[in-house]
């Protein structure tokens, strides 16, 4: 993680491996969200809009904090404070808009219209202070989201395994504890093998 004070008095956090392009001029604040996941705290200013680009969809906004975390042609955006206005041009479903209130998450598919939902809000922005929160959240999702932060990474032996559900806050760079926390609340065993980490099954829950 990284913090940025931009040059207007915004402040921009970075989330690992990710990539933001910044291009302020007399009339907007232009920012681009090449690749991961960042958070912006936006300085007020009505005379110059702040707009993040995400692949095919902007996000403007005027004194407010969100979050726009990109994985290739998906998007999502995390509205925690204030007010924003999310643009999608789709050359399926044209033009499409939505405004978004204090607590929602937008996602964006492509070539689909914006889901809007509900957030845990501690729960999404909870990497900022080095953590990741789960509620009941299967197991492929968990790793997959661990598997950002960690060196070696987690695999599943057994699609099954992933259907196990989740709950709990766990330290980003301590994969020690990620791995000695799944084996005391699963029954599955963590094997290191060259770069990665197995989950398997557990020999003590095995069939004999």
Known sequence: MAVFDLPDGSKLTLNTASHVRVN???????LQLLEGEALFEVAKDRSRPFIVTAGSQQVVA???VFSVRRSGEEAEVLLLEGE???????????????????????????DRSFAISRSNLAQATSWRSGRLVFDQTPLRDVLAEFNRYSGPQYVLKGEELGDLLVSGTFRIRSAEHFS??????????????GD???????PATSAP
């Open 180 to 193: 000695a926390a799944l084996e005391a609340g699963f029954p599955v065993k963590v094997a290191k093998r």
């Open 62 to 64: 005027l004194g407010t």
């Open 84 to 110: 924003v206005r999310v643009d999608l041009i789709s050359q399926s479903i044209g033009a499409n808009s939505a405004h978004m209130m204090a607590g929602e998450r937008l996602r964006i598919l492509p």
């Open 196 to 202: 990665a980490n197995i989950l398997e099954v557990s």
């Open 24 to 30: 302020y001029t007399a009339e907007n604040r232009n």
